[in-house]
C-alpha cells in the first residue's frame, strides 16, 4: 500500500492516521445524531404537524439511501479522502443554511425539505469514503480488520449515547435553529481533521479486476460513463455468492428490526406502560449493551470463527420478538434488550471485515454504497407494512409473526454453504 503523504514509521505514527479517521467519524456521526434529534423537532416547531414532521423524515431517509447507491461511484472516481472532505463540507453547508434562512429571509417548508434532501444527499458519499479508507489504514497500522471495524461500529454507538441527549440538552438551552449551527460545525470540523491528518491514499489500479468465476476488463476511469461503473459494482456483487448471501440476510433482517424498533415497540411501550421514559430505558439498555460487546469484539474478534458468530449473533438478537410478545415485567424486558444488544456488535464489524477482504480497492466504493442501500430498501417497506400489521391483529400476534420470519432467515445461515468460505484473518 502507498500513501500520497509521508507517514511516520513508529507503531503510533502508524496508528494515528486511522485513529484521526475514527475522530473525524466520530465529529460527523455526532452531528448526525443532531440532525436526527434537531431536525424533526424543528419542523414540529416551526409547523406544529406531525404530518409535515413525517415528510421530512421521508426526505431524510430517501436521499440517503440514493446517496449509497451512486455515491460510491464518486468515490471510486474521486478518491476516499477527496469524497471525504467534500462530503462533510457540503453537508455541514446544507444543515447551515437552514437557521441562516430562518433567521435571514425565512423558511417556506417546501426550501427545508430541499435543504433537508441536499444535506442528507450530500453526507452519504462521505460517510462510504470513510468506510472505505479503513481497511488500507488498518493496514498501515497492524491492526485486524475485526479491530479495525469494531472501533468504527463502537463510534457509531458512542455518537449516538452521547449525540441524542446532548441534543436534547442544547434545544432546552439555546433552542433548536441554533443548535444547527453546532450541528454544520461539527461536520465542518470533521473535514478538517480528515484533510490535514489523514493522508492520501493511492489505488492499485490492475488491468483486469478478479471476480468470482469471471474477470472483468478494467477499462480507463475516465472512458466509462457513470452508470458503467455503477454496473460494474453490482455485477462483483451478483457474481459473489458470499456477499449477495449475506445482503439477503441483512435485507430481511433490518426490514424486521426497523419494524420493531421504529414501530412496535413505541406502541408496545405505550400500551402496555403509557410511560416514554420506558422507551428510553429500552433504547438505552441496547445501544449500551452493544457498545460493550464492541469492544468486547474489538479485543478477542479475530479469534472467532466469524460465520458461526454471525449465524448465532443474529439468533440471539430476535431473541426480544419472543420475549416482548409474552409481555413479561419490565426487568426481563430490559435484560434481554440488553443480551440482543450484546448479540448486535459483531455484525457489522464481521459484514464489513469480510467486505474489506473480498473487494478490490477499485471497487470498493461502489460495492460498499451499493450494498448498504441495498440492505436499507426493506427498511421504508417494513415500518409501512408493520403499522397494518400490527392494527390488523393486534401487537402480541404481530411480535410473534416477526419473531418467527427472523427465526427462519437466520437458522437459514447455518445450512448457507456460502457462508463457509469466509476468510480467517490471522491473529495479530
Not at 279 to 292: K, N, P
Request: proline share 5%; net charge neutral; glycine share 10%.
Amino acid at each position: 500500500m502507498n500513501l500520497g503523504t509521508d507517514v511516520n514509521t513508529t507503531k503510533w505514527g502508524k496508528s494515528f492516521p486511522i485513529m484521526a479517521l475514527f475522530f473525524a467519524n466520530f465529529l460527523s456521526l455526532s452531528g448526525s445524531a443532531l440532525t436526527s434529534i434537531a431536525i424533526p423537532w424543528f419542523v414540529l416547531q416551526t409547523t406544529g404537524s406531525v404530518v409535515e414532521m413525517g415528510v421530512s423524515a421521508f426526505f431524510t431517509i430517501v436521499p440517503t439511501i440514493i446517496a449509497n447507491i451512486l455515491g460510491g461511484v464518486l468515490v471510486d472516481r474521486v478518491g476516499y479522502k477527496r469524497v471525504s472532505v467534500i462530503g462533510d463540507l457540503m453537508a455541514g453547508a446544507g444543515i447551515l443554511l437552514i437557521p441562516l434562512f430562518y433567521h435571514t429571509i425565512g423558511l417556506p417548508f417546501v426550501v427545508l425539505l430541499l435543504l433537508i434532501f441536499l444535506a442528507n444527499l450530500l453526507n452519504g458519499p462521505g460517510g462510504t469514503a470513510r468506510l472505505s479508507m479503513i481497511p488500507d489504514l488498518a493496514e498501515l497500522a497492524g491492526m485486524p480488520f475485526e479491530r479495525a471495524t469494531s472501533i468504527s461500529q463502537g463510534i457509531g454507538h458512542i455518537s449516538i449515547l452521547v449525540g441524542a441527549p446532548l441534543a436534547g440538552v442544547l434545544i432546552a438551552l439555546i433552542g433548536t435553529s441554533n443548535l444547527l449551527w453546532i450541528d454544520a460545525f461539527s461536520f465542518g470540523l470533521s473535514a478538517l481533521v480528515v484533510a490535514v491528518a489523514v493522508p492520501v491514499l493511492q489505488k492499485d489500479t490492475p488491468e483486469t479486476i478478479q471476480q468470482p468465476g469471471q474477470q472483468i476488463e478494467q477499462e480507463q476511469t475516465e472512458k466509462r460513463g457513470f452508470l458503467a461503473d455503477l454496473q460494474v459494482g453490482i455485477r462483483f456483487i451478483l457474481g459473489d455468492t458470499l456477499i449477495l448471501a449475506i445482503l439477503f440476510t441483512f435485507v430481511m433482517t433490518n426490514l424486521l428490526d426497523t419494524s420493531l424498533t421504529a414501530v412496535a415497540i413505541p406502541f408496545y411501550v405505550k400500551q402496555l406502560f403509557g410511560n416514554a421514559v420506558v422507551l428510553g430505558l429500552i433504547d438505552g439498555f441496547f445501544v449500551g449493551a452493544a457498545l460493550l460487546g464492541t469492544v468486547l469484539y474489538s479485543a478477542i474478534g479475530h479469534h472467532l470463527r466469524r460465520e458461526l458468530t454471525l449465524a448465532f449473533a443474529l439468533v440471539f438478537v430476535g431473541l426480544r420478538f419472543w420475549v416482548f410478545a409474552l409481555v413479561p415485567p419490565l426487568y426481563l424486558i430490559l435484560l434481554v434488550t440488553a443480551v440482543s444488544g450484546l448479540a448486535s456488535s459483531p455484525l457489522n464489524p464481521i459484514v464489513f471485515t469480510i467486505a474489506y477482504e473480498r473487494i478490490p480497492s477499485e471497487l470498493r466504493g461502489r460495492v460498499l454504497g451499493i450494498s448498504m442501500a441495498f440492505a436499507a430498501l426493506g427498511m421504508p417497506l417494513g415500518v409501512l407494512a408493520s403499522g397494518y400489521l400490527i392494527s390488523g391483529i393486534g401487537i402480541q400476534k404481530s411480535l410473534l409473526i416477526m419473531g418467527a420470519c427472523y427465526l427462519v432467515v437466520t437458522l437459514s445461515l447455518f445450512l448457507n454453504p456460502t457462508l463457509y468460505k469466509t476468510k480467517k484473518t490471522e491473529a495479530a
